[in-house]
């Protein structure tokens, strides 16, 4: 089979590439970039991500002569361009002109120039410079034969979240307007009845800075959002420049995986694919697991279409306190992994390894020691695996199950004067997510807008923020067949964050068929046993714990040490033709044994049955049904794998017929004949998609 196109970016086959920052190089070691990124595969660079003050040297001077140079010299080279519309650092000129573009922290420090994205998100100046500099380079390389993508900014929130400087609370108080449209609707929303904290006129209401003791929680919560689409209107101000002036082309942002401060269900509507960088620790052993649930989400954002492997290490970074290097093949490892996850491209932070700056330490495709490394031979030997994977370009992967996240739902748990701090939403995700991945099964994320029919099992670690919309539609979605898991602390306020009254889960109630009396959470360093009512088995509950009464549902399992022993800890209801089950505890590690009940009565199985352990599985499907199995050990030792259906591992060009054998870090990807679909399976349309 020949490689397909990339639907991405119109390069052929799949992307490799990265960050390559030429203006940190004389030009005459250009010459032997392209030379050496023809040597390796590279198809795609991206060029131009820190380049503001050479583009632009001051107000009224551009410099386009070098970027000139550099693309017609990489498109001589075949190799195609992700052009950086440069506007994460803006040059010194810019701010001593305009020194109020700085942001300022919440204790009203102004942070300084020297560093990078040392801006306010809502300073005009900032972003009429920022639309400026890129209309000049959409209007100058629209028509370039190497542009293949945009690239808009960088990371967006990665130094700088929120600025609560006047422009900023200027921009608030707008924000506050259109969104609540009186200051009566938003002294009701925020419930500033409590404490005198009530407001004649949006004038009088400034961002939440530091204060002598807890802010107002919806104040913060409104904040959250505000922050989140401040920095959207940034972006969609670039976007629109690109729109207007350089049509056709696709435009993207890099997304920094599963960020909490922007709300990426929305930022993803305004992107033409999605983009992520990922910097999994090569001294975390399970590392691997946390990088496949945010390859799952960004694959979730525009509905299981390619997205890209915009940045990631080829070894050590620069940034923890201690930086690991990968070892001999995880890094070939872990980058196919982002592929077995529906990515169409692996790029890297950076192509040729700096000699100054805080970054010098940070690994690069092509090291300090140059092409005698290791590095650049672990370079070398992924390009050509990808040239031997072409053909995956364009199909897609697509989960089992699907997990509900819901931004607004995260700030709200996380905020101030909870009754345990402990409930964070990565902590209560990720004990569920390694669960299922330990099972082989592969979930979708989406967003509680989005249509969960096309699956036939829904969790949701956490729901602590729900109004009554998204309670229908998930009664709706068991009324209907469906089966949902959901965790402790949830169905508790509505959008404004005001508990729903008369007993948690609220909205909720009737679906579950139990009511929260009170919540119970267990001290740092204690547990509290939980038996299954069936086998017995006894789980640890840490961290939270809840008295439920029942009210209809079944006890799947209950507190068997403790203030609340005897008392349901974990519930069934039967609702329409589906089931609902409610966990009143947070069981950490011990959470799978409790999901395998609702796995098995929705009839959600490992996409590969008897997987060794440490051993992932997953399938990419073509148009024409083709799958290609992954196949990645992450284990320390060798494994054998025996598969149901024969075909031929991409990797060797060998076929297999009963099962591969995998090596230490090793794996195989394996294009198997189309296979029907199990009724397991969701639909070909998933929900985000439709969403957007
Ligand atoms: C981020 C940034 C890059 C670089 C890398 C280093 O992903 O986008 O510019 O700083 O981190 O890991």
Redesign the pocket.
Known sequence: MTARMNALTRVSGLLYGG?WNPEQWPEEVWAEDVKLMAEAGVNLVTVG?FSWARLQPAADVWDFGWLDRLLDLVHGHGIAVDLATATASPPAWLVRAHPELLPVTADGVRLEFGSRQHYCPSSAVYRAAAARLTRALAERYRDHPALALWHIH??YG?HVQECFCPASAADFRRWLRERHGTVEELNRSWGTAFWSQRYGSFDEIEPPRTAPGPVNPTQLLDWRRFCSDALLALHRTEKAVLDEVSPGVPVTT?FMSMLKSLDYWEWSRHEDLVSD?A?PDPADPRAHVNAAMNYDLMRSLKGGKPWLLM?Q?PSA?S?RPVNLPKRPGLYRLWSLQALARGADGILH?QWRASVAGA?KF?SAMLPHRGTASRGWRETVRFGADLRRLGELAGTRMRGQAAVLLDWDSWWALELDDHPSARMRWPDLLRPWYAALHDRGVTVDFVPPTGAFDGYRLLLAPNLYLLDTATADRLTAFVTAGGHLVCGPFSGISDRHDHIHPGGHPGPLRPLFGVVVDEHWPIPDGAATAVRLDQGGAELRAEHWSEWIDTEGAETVARYASGELAGLPAVTRHRHGTGSAWYLGCHLGADVGRVLDLPLAEAGVAAEVADLPTGVEATRRRAEDGTGYLFLLNHGSAACRVTLGEPGTDLLTGTDVAEGVTLAPLGAAVVRVRPVPRTSASPSPSTPAEERA
């Open positions: 960050d991500v960088n990371e990665d890099n960088d910097y940045e290490a970074v940034w932070f970054e940070h």
